[in-house]
């Protein structure tokens, strides 16, 4: 690792520091007691055992046995002493970082009786969370309508997508048998994980240990499947979608479209939208157009007779340069598969040498084709288990994948990795001038490819039953390529005008073209596209410690080591070889680090569980800090390419963080409990922040990091009750607080003539977050089984100092009397239900051995949340902010699945909907521009307004595209008439976006699929 330590005293607290840190814990633990049936005495010296484990322990005086490090997933233990009958206890769960107690009654053995065997009753309320979390089984999985893990997350409250408790992707661990998935570029993590070989998800919203760290939001759990040691199994499942629109309404590429209309609909393509022939309505719905006729007499009519066009010919043209038919061709669809079970011939004599290998690629047609057609995703995963010996176990695993997508980077700012995927994201880039030249021109976007690697390697060594040691090194590799795309063949070969013997035209508006060109109807084709570029590559490796010691009966503590280095090849720009002057760059090389260290006690008593634990974190950038003033010289246009070797420099400084952790869980009853939790959770800046120096081709810095950055923090509390109030019904009550400091945000430099115009880079921004959560669960139950939650969730954020540093002093006057900006906190609560119908494996006929009305499930997942604020104020009067609400969104999901048994083969027969009732709602990338969207609100009737405007509308109200536009103006609007009750009633007077074909976006999606595992 490139320049580690830059300077030897950082060595002196690094090493002091990794003697005294422990790694997020991947296991749980099994606790319990054996008594005798006669007396009810605890007994000594009873033998424990895990089945098909080397795990086992002895009874202490006190009849008391600890197992630790075992991996979540059901098990049996086996208890046996001289004179009384063996005892087993069967399907005992076991869950990561949760103890499983146990209660053993030995019987005194007499001759006629044989072994006892009982099977292990699953608590509702477990009593040592001290926090909000939830661990899904792969058996609940599999029931469910997802095709990834980014999908199960919704099932814990106060998750959206990637978001937890309003926090940002980049906030939350998301690490695989131990080993951090993350992206240390942006810190989003990577989240292709084949969900056949996933043993147990495990989702914390807060109150994380003192083990967890650089994290702020979530963390999430995942276990994978390690293989059995003496049986082969495998799985395969494909789920498939036929291509289909991915909106509602007519196609992009049809005649009638928004980019299309005026230059192809005969009553106003020829002498233009401005004839007559269309109304006003529905000429401010369309792009003005002169014309073809004017478009042929300004060719006839200049001094080049080589271009002279008929009309139609100059239509044709048109119709060439919008050839692009974007109808999706390729389905949906996802394959999962992996194989598991003994290493053949050398199993046996490498430590029961098992393994798990799994292939996943998931495809996702683009709502419009981009310079790929579709994001898609390949994965592949081998994961080694050996036991070394009775005490020791070794793991080696290692991911590779690759993504391709689009960047959606052009122009003001260089690629930072991320890239395009869901359907909205790429309708919303349609609105804006570019929408025509991004719908026909593949190569506007540049598109790109990241290689992803993960290489792990952990080892376990059980000193006792009661202590173990945990070794984990960790490789991870990102490289990005975002490129460009093949060049333009610019031979004019294409004959597209029949009679026109000398006039040929090349393949434009396909291909790269990095010069200015515009198309016939003054569309852009070429120059200002496939601008972005991007040859970064992130190194990471992680080294990680721990030691873990169940000390008595009431203590489990934790300890050990920790440090991440990467290793930073930042190469992204934006490139236009016909505007060299507005090519940007950003280029660097750094390596930091971070190491941590803490140590934290479990302690568990029948009334009183807690989780204490403490937390130190170092981070330094570890290069060299530019001391450049406010308005440096070196920021101007052709200076800025010599701050490396101009600007005086300082060593980057490390920076401290101190983190304290409480948990509390107090078991009121068997069946409740109330809970608390309170922590300082610190993450880093992301890189682009710390480490950026963005300059544009002529030296101009835009942009500049600061490598001294604070930690980003969190400081978090919780309260909570769970119970048990009926049968299998589990109730969770949360209450929470995020107070948020010390979050980055630009502030933008100007000096006097505005020569220097650069954004740096400073901890200033603040967010409140506060909410309340409430969940109902039944996951037991032979028939029906679901789950509820509701979050009421509200922010608030602003941000110290000023944004702008004027050296006029006239203009930064004139800012500082802006007031400064602080959201006002808006409730945005979400609901999710899930409910799940089985119908038992034997229940009806069978045919072939198999139940006909038997192994059915019908699973139903329901979301709402609450509208967005905004603030539409077209008078500019002061104090008016969040005024108008979006409608609410709610959307319904289902599975039907139906299992067959062939001998050792069990397949699955699987049917996903999306969007089970085709509901629609306005989306804003249907809206052409700015002003298209404030047309539209301004024929709205809101609650606020007076005399005819007054109605009860929120944004996203919408006019039926088959009802023709009426506006509405009522002679006496307390008395309308009934032509005018019907346009109320209908909404006619509504002013719809203008790109209608992505102004409802995921209408109902069906995939069928089929599951097999052997």
């Avoid at 990005?480 to 004959?495: A, E, G, M, S």
């Avoid at 139950?781 to 941000?799: A, E, K």
């Avoid at 602080?822 to 409730?827: F, L, Y």
């Avoid at 699929?1009 to 052997?1014: A, D, E, N």
């Amino acid at each position: 690792m490139a320049q580690l330590f830059r300077s030897s005293n950082r060595l002196i607290p690094l090493l002091f520091i990794l003697f005294n840190s422990v790694f997020p814990g991947t296991s749980g633990k099994i606790t319990g007691t054996v008594r005798s049936s006669d007396t009810g005495i605890p007994l000594m010296g009873v033998n424990v055992v895990l089945a098909n484990t080397s795990l086992g322990a002895v009874t202490d005086s006190s009849g008391i046995f600890t197992l630790l490090n075992i991996s979540p997933g059901k098990y049996t233990i086996n208890a046996s002493m001289i004179g009384y009958a063996d005892f087993t206890l069967e399907d005992l769960v076991v869950r990561i970082d949760q103890t499983s107690i146990v209660e053993i009654v030995l019987t005194q053995k007499s001759i006629e009786m044989g072994q006892i065997t009982v099977n292990a009753t699953k608590p509702v309320v477990v009593h040592d969370i001290s926090n909000s979390q939830i661990n899904i089984s792969s058996d609940e999985i599999t029931t469910l309508p997802f095709d990834e893990i980014s999908e199960v997350l919704g099932l814990q409250a106060g998750i959206e997508g990637l978001s937890v408790r309003g926090g940002g992707s980049r906030e939350s661990l998301f690490q695989v048998d131990g080993l951090s998935y993350n992206d240390e570029r942006s810190h989003v993590p990577y989240m292709s994980i084949p969900l056949g070989i996933i043993k147990e998800v495990q989702i914390q919203t807060g109150g994380f240990n003192a083990e967890y760290g650089n994290i702020r939001s979530g963390v999430i759990n995942i276990i994978l499947d390690e293989g059995d040691k003496k049986n082969y199994h495998g799985g395969l499942t494909f789920r498939h979608s036929p291509p289909a629109q991915k909106h509602f309404g007519n196609s992009l590429f049809s005649d009638d479209s928004y980019f299309l209309r005026p230059y192809l609909d005969d009553d106003v393509a020829w002498s233009g939208t401005e004839n007559g022939n269309w109304d006003a309505y529905t000429r401010n719905q369309y792009p003005s157009f002169e014309g073809w006729n004017a478009v042929s007499d300004a060719t006839i009519n200049d001094d080049d007779p080589s271009n002279d066009l008929t009309p139609q010919a100059a239509q044709q043209i048109f119709k060439w340069q919008h050839r692009r038919h974007g109808v999706i061709k390729h389905p949906d669809e996802n394959l999962d598969f992996f194989l598991s079970g003994p290493v053949p011939l050398i199993s046996s004599r490498l430590g029961s040498l098992r393994f798990v290998m799994s292939y996943r690629h998931e495809n996702e047609a683009f709502i419009f084709p981009l310079s790929f057609d579709d994001f898609s995703d390949r994965s592949m995963l081998v994961k080694l288990t050996s036991d070394l010996s009775l005490k020791t176990k070794l793991n080696l695993s290692f991911q590779s994948g690759m993504t391709e997508s689009v960047s959606p980077y052009n122009w003001k700012t260089t690629p930072t990795g991320s890239y395009l995927r869901s359907t909205y994201e790429v309708a919303n880039i349609l609105n804006s001038s570019s929408g025509n030249s991004i719908l026909f021109m593949p190569g506007y976007f540049s598109p790109t490819r990241i290689k992803r690697q993960v290489l792990g390697i952990k080892a376990d060594h059980m000193f006792s039953e009661k202590e173990f040691l945990e070794l984990v090194v960790q490789v991870q590799t990102n490289d990005y390529n975002t490129y460009q795309t093949n060049l333009r063949d610019t031979t004019k070969i294409n004959d597209i005008l029949p009679g026109y013997d000398d006039f040929f035209v090349d393949e434009a508006p396909f291909g790269y073209w990095g010069y200015g060109e515009t198309g016939i109807d003054g569309m852009n084709i070429g120059g200002w596209m496939n601008i972005g570029r991007d040859s970064s590559k992130i190194s990471t490796t992680s080294l990680k410690l721990d030691y873990t010691n169940q000390y008595r009966i009431n203590h489990q503590l934790k300890t050990g080591v920790g440090a991440t280095l990467n290793d930073y090849s930042i190469r992204s720009s934006a490139n236009n070889p016909g505007m060299s002057t507005w090519n940007r760059s950003m280029n660097y090389n750094v390596s930091p680090y971070r190491v941590y260290a803490y140590g934290q006690d479990k302690i568990e008593y029948k009334g009183f569980i807690a989780n204490i634990g403490l937390r130190t974190d170092v981070s330094s950038g570890n290069t060299d800090v530019y001391d450049l003033g406010p308005y440096d010289d070196l920021f101007k246009q052709g200076a800025g390419h010599d701050i490396e070797s101009s600007s005086e420099t300082n060593s980057s400084e490390p920076i401290y963080a101190v983190s304290p952790r409480l948990g509390i869980s107090h078991p009121i009853t068997d069946r409740s409990k109330l809970f608390f939790n309170y922590g300082h959770f610190y993450s880093e800046p992301s890189s682009s922040y710390r480490f950026r120096l963005q300059r544009e081709s002529n030296g101009l810095v835009t942009h500049i990091g600061d490598p001294n950055m604070v930690y980003e923090k969190t400081i978090a509390y919780e309260t909570g009750f769970s119970a048990n109030p009926y049968g299998d019904y589990l109730l969770n009550l949360s209450l929470f607080y995020k107070d948020i400091t010390s979050q980055p945000g630009w502030v933008y430099y100007q000096n006097m003539n505005g020569t220097i115009q650069v954004n740096r880079i400073e901890n200033n921004n603040y967010e409140d977050i506060r909410g309340i959560e409430l969940t109902i669960k039944k996951n037991m139950g032979r028939f029906i089984t679901g789950m509820m939650n509701y979050t009421y969730l509200v922010q608030s954020s602003g941000y110290f100092g000023l944004l702008s540093q004027f050296q006029d002093p006239n203009m930064q006057r004139d800012y500082e009397s802006l007031n400064r900006y602080q959201s006002k906190p808006r409730p945005r609560p979400f609901f999710r239900s899930v409910i799940n119908f089985r119908t038992p494996q034997d229940f009806g006929p069978k045919i072939f051995n198999n139940a006909i009305m038997g192994d059915w499930i019908s699973s139903f997942i329901f979301n709402y949340k609450a509208g967005a604020f905004e603030t539409y104020n077209p008078q500019g009067l002061p104090g008016i902010s969040d005024n108008v609400q979006w409608k609410d969104t709610y959307s319904t999901d289902a599975r039907i699945k139906k299992s067959l048994r062939l001998k050792n083969v069990k397949i699955d027969l699987i049917l996903d909907i999306k969007n089970v009732f085709n509901n629609k709602f306005l989306s804003y990338a249907g809206f052409s521009n700015y002003y298209d969207y404030i047309d539209y609100l301004e024929s709205l009737r809101f609650p606020w307004e007076e005399g005819k405007e007054k109605g009860s509308d929120r944004v996203g109200d919408f006019r039926d595209l088959s009802t023709t536009y009426a506006s509405y103006d009522p002679e006496d609007w307390e008395n309308p008439t009934d032509p005018e009750k019907e346009i109320l009633k209908t909404k006619a007077y509504i002013d719809m976006p203008n790109i209608k074909a992505i102004s409802f976006l995921d209408p109902r999606d069906i995939y069928f699929g089929i599951t097999v595992h052997f």
